[in-house]
Structure formats: C-alpha cells, structure tokens
C-alpha cells in the first residue's frame, strides 16, 4: 500500500496528483500535504485523481477536515476524475454533495 503525492501551484488553485492508495497507513501523508498547501496559500484545491486506485473512510475523514478549514475561506476542494469506487463511497456517503466531483 503506497501513496505518491505531488503537487504544482496553478495560480487560482493547487493540483494535487494522487496515485496509490489513500488508507489508514498512507492518511496522515496526505493530511500532511494538504496542511502544508493550505498553510502556504489558502486557495482551491483540485485532487486529480486518475490514479488513486482506493480511499476508505480514514481519507475520507483527512479531505472533511481539510474541507472546514478551506470552507471558512471561501474556499473549496475539487475532486477530478475519480474512480467508479470512489466515486461510489462518495455517492453512498452524500459526500458527492459536499465536494464539488468533476
């Protein structure tokens, strides 16, 4: 189980390229990322997610709190792209309403 993270500053947002898997012993490296992006510049954050193959309910938990701390900025997390399961757990879990899915 591995999770590659990297990112780029896209002017309006950041893009953050997922690929792996994001479960109970890759959460905290992605909640780390995501910390660090909003420290550095509160803005957007889109998470491609072509290839992040699997999310459970610990990443799940990592982007709501990501989610707040955005929010209280006006500002959001947008999820690219993401596969038929995660896509799923999102529809399931009313997450699809919360975060904006492209």
Known sequence: MSLDISYKNAGEEWIVYLS?????????????????????????????????????????????????????????????NPGTNILKLLKITGLDKVFVIK
């Open 20 to 80: 792996g898997e994001i479960d109970i012993y890759t959460a905290n490296k992605f909640k780390e990322t995501l910390h660090e992006l909003s420290n550095q510049r509160i803005k957007d954050i889109k998470l491609e997610c072509t290839n992040l193959t699997y999310m459970d309910s610990t990443g799940f938990g990592v982007l709501i709190g990501a989610l707040k701390k955005l929010k209280a900025q006006n500002k959001n997390i947008i999820i690219e």
